[in-house]
């Protein structure tokens, strides 16, 4: 079982809808958890992290943790055309990593 | 910098062809990091430099694949005796600490190598 797992897509939605990405993991160390945003040929850009369990908002995105499900979700409310992109989970643990662990990511595509 | 710089962007290079990927991190940053993204199979973790400790090597694929990194700054990976199986996008990212990671790292755009 891979330590981070994530549905490649692609997701498709039209313009205004809510998207809901998702990752599962099997270390239960993991505390720090990250999603990346990717436009084609460009390089990863940080989006939102959260530590441990709970909600965090920015604007239109929700990243929330479930560390007793081992399930972390991005959702984007009234998506848009420029959110097309592809979407990488990440995570980390305090203490015996010193990188982080990626989801394959997912690509999403949001129809005008 | 403002942000992670890599060089060159693009590649394209002989079979059997040394190459050299450049990578010069934000300013202050004592982590960096190399990655591997193939078409579908994500993000593949290379080497980790962190301040003046011996590089974490052990996501090499082969001894082929080697990096320096010079004056706690700008690092090179270097990619000898290239083969089509190398083609990919060369992304390197760098962190305030080894304990930034917690936060998230800082991606450079990559540089997409083609080996033909």
């Known amino acids: 079982q891979k330590e981070v797992e994530q549905d490649p897509g692609p997701l498709s939605v039209p313009e205004g809808a809510i998207v809901s990405l998702n990752c599962t993991y099997s270390?239960?160390?993991?505390?720090?958890f990250m999603w990346y945003r990717q436009y084609s040929r460009k390089g990863p850009e940080l989006l939102m992290y959260?530590?441990?369990?709970g909600n965090k908002e920015d604007g239109r995105f929700t990243a929330q943790v479930d560390k007793s499900s081992k399930y972390i979700s991005l959702f984007i409310r009234d998506s848009q055309p420029s959110d097309s992109a592809t979407y990488l989970c990440?995570?980390?643990?305090?203490?015996?990593?010193?990188?982080?662990?990626f989801g394959k990511g997912t690509m999403l595509l949001v129809s005008p | 910098g403002a942000g992670v710089s890599q060089s060159p962007s693009n590649k394209v290079t002989e079979k059997g062809k040394d190459v050299e990927l450049r990578c010069d991190p934000i300013?202050?940053?004592?982590?960096l990091y190399w990655y591997r993204q193939s078409l579908g199979q994500g993000l593949e973790f290379l080497i980790y430099?962190?301040?003046?400790?011996?590089?974490?090597k052990s996501g090499l694929p082969s001894d082929r694949f080697s990096a320096e990194r010079t004056g706690g700054s700008v690092s090179t990976l270097t990619i000898q005796r290239t083969q089509q199986e190398d083609s990919a996008v060369y992304l390197c990212?760098?962190?305030?600490?080894?304990?930034?990671?917690?936060?998230?790292?800082?991606f450079g755009s990559g540089t997409r190598l083609t080996v033909v």
């Open positions: 990440a995570m980390s643990a305090p203490s015996g990593y010193s990188t982080l662990t």
């Open positions: 270390n239960s160390a993991f505390q720090y």
């Open positions: 990212a760098s962190s305030p600490s080894a304990g930034g990671i917690n936060y998230g790292y800082t």
């Open positions: 300013s202050g940053h004592t982590a």
């Open positions: 959260t530590y441990s369990s």
């Open positions: 430099f962190q301040g003046n400790s011996a590089p974490d």
